[in-house]
Every structure is written in C-alpha cells, then in structure tokens.
C-alpha cells in the first residue's frame, strides 16, 4: 500500500494534477466529530475555529415542524441524557417530541469512545438548522463570511414513520434555507435520492449531493439523471478513474468521511474537490503543509 501511495503521489506531482489541489474544500463532519460531541453548536464551532470551509450536519423533524439536527432519527442513550443528566433507558423518536421537549436533553456531556479527543460540553442541546445558521451570521471566526452548509436529509425508506415524507421533509428544509437567505451556501446531500429530487423542483438553485456506501456500475450517469451536483462517495471506493469521470460530466466529488494523512493524501491524489473529515483543524493544518492551501 504504501508503494502504490507514493507512486500515485509521484504522478501528481505533475502539473496536470496539481491542477485544482488548492481548491480542495474541507467539510467538518458534524462539526469536529472528533474533537467536540457531534451536531452541536460547540462541534460548528471548532469546525470554523479550525478553518473548515463547509459545516456538514444532519437533518431530523419534530412533531411541531422543526428542522433540528440529529444524526440520528431518535435521541439516543449513547448521545444524550434526561433533563436531570440520568442516562436514558431508551432511545426517543425526534418526531415525537416538540422542539421544546427536545431542548431538555443534554446532548454535550457523553463523549465518543472512538474520538479520545473530544472534550464535553455540558448542558448542550441539539441545536436547530436556524440556530446553525444564525451562529455563523453572528460568529467572529474568518472562516464564517464564507462558510457553506452540506447538510443531510436522513430520511429511511425502511422506516417511513422516523422522517416526514421526502416531499415534506424537502419543504421545510428549503423554507429554512430561504429565510435565512443560505440558498448559495447550502448543499443538500442524501443517500435517498427523492428529497434531492423534491429539493430540485422547489429550490434548484440549492445543490444538491448523492451519498452513496459501495461502489455502483454506471454512477454517473444515475447522477445526471437525478441532476445532481455532487457526488459523495464512501472514501474506500473512490479512485482517479472515478473523480475524474464524474468531474468530465460536472459533477464534483467530495468523499466522506477520511480521517487520517494516508488516506487524505490518497484522496488529494485521487483529485477530488473535497474531503469530509472529523477532523477539520487537522486537514486544514495537513493541507497548509503540502502547500495546497493558503
């Protein structure tokens, strides 16, 4: 592995593929997953401190209509504690709770095993899409000005009562998106392709972004047909052939979720246009390094 590294290193060193290294965005995984509990106002936080160009986030409804951000569909006992900080004995549907309900949950104090640098923030709920969009407006850090949002749909065919419909869901992300004037900053990414659809019809100036975990035959032009802008593919699958194909038919590639120099290293050289980490400050640091970023 590491000779094929260095060989594939070897060839970009070339001027045809330092081409658009320097533009390689960095999208902060939920924020700084790996540095500060994840989806929280403290994760975007760090994710701007340490320079990431792109807040990736994920998306749930509560009953009252909210849009909130939550990995997952339910408040969860791995994620978040009781109004009095006990543990939870089960995980919570979002979309049967109001927003106010939700707010109750400390979701800042549990740490991620997998993540040994994450610090808590106790006392942290999950923050609604408006209240990201709101921080960035009034934060002071230099990445703010320009930062853009990829932000999720999670929505589960396999279980349809978790997520509003995709028409629905669709609705009441692009009216947050539009109140907040963030239509140029946004992307919205999914693995199912009906909200990216549904976002199309309603919004098209917002792009759009087709999450995908294998490889599959004939990608791209599944991507043109659903018009999509980006392609976010599981890092392990992407290749130079790929980037480069979907790239010929305007479409950008931004793998999701890399985490460590080898595999960024691969990425770069496999010239995509952006990289989706938890570890925002780190990648931006790498990047500076190799001379790919100002």
Not at 33 to 62: H, K, Q, S
Not at 89 to 100: C, V, Y
Not at 174 to 181: L, W, Y
Not at 238 to 248: C, D, G, L, R, S
Request: aromatic content about 6%; glycine content about 4%.
């Amino acid at each position: 592995m590491k000779k094929i590294i260095l060989i594939i290193l070897a060839v970009c060193a070339a001027p045809l593929c330092a081409q658009d290294l320097k533009t390689i965005a960095v999208h902060g995984h939920r924020g700084s997953r790996g540095t500060v509990p994840e989806n929280t106002i403290p994760a975007f936080e760090a994710a701007l401190m340490g320079g990431a160009d792109v807040l990736e986030l994920d998306l749930g409804v509560t009953r009252d209509k909210v849009v909130i951000v939550s990995h997952e569909p339910k408040v969860t006992p791995e994620r978040c504690l009781d109004a009095e900080g006990k543990k939870l004995e089960k995980a919570i549907p979002i979309n049967s709770l109001t927003l106010a309900e939700l707010k109750t949950y400390d979701c800042g104090t549990l740490l991620n095993s997998k993540f040994p640098q994450q610090i808590e923030v106790p006392g942290t709920p999950m923050p609604t899409l408006e209240e990201v969009f709101e921080m960035v407006k009034k934060s002071g850090y230099e990445a703010a000005p320009k930062a853009e949002f990829n932000i999720e749909t999670k929505i589960y065919p396999y279980e349809p009562e978790l997520s509003p419909a995709p028409a629905e869901f669709a609705r009441l992300v692009a009216e947050v998106v539009k109140k907040h004037g963030m239509q140029k900053r946004t992307m919205v990414q999914s693995f199912d392709v009906r909200t990216l659809r549904e976002i199309k019809k309603i919004a098209p100036e917002i792009r759009t972004s087709q999450l995908t975990y294998e490889s599959l035959v004939d990608i791209v032009p599944a991507l043109k047909s659903s018009k999509t802008d980006i392609w976010s593919p599981n890092y392990k699958w992407i290749t130079p052939e790929a980037v480069k194909e979907a790239q010929a038919a305007g479409i950008k590639v931004a793998p999701w979720t890399i985490n460590t120099k080898k595999e960024w290293d691969l990425a770069i050289a496999a010239g995509v246009d952006a990289i989706i980490t938890d570890y925002p400050a780190a990648l931006v640091e790498h990047l500076q390094a190799k001379k790919l970023r100002p």
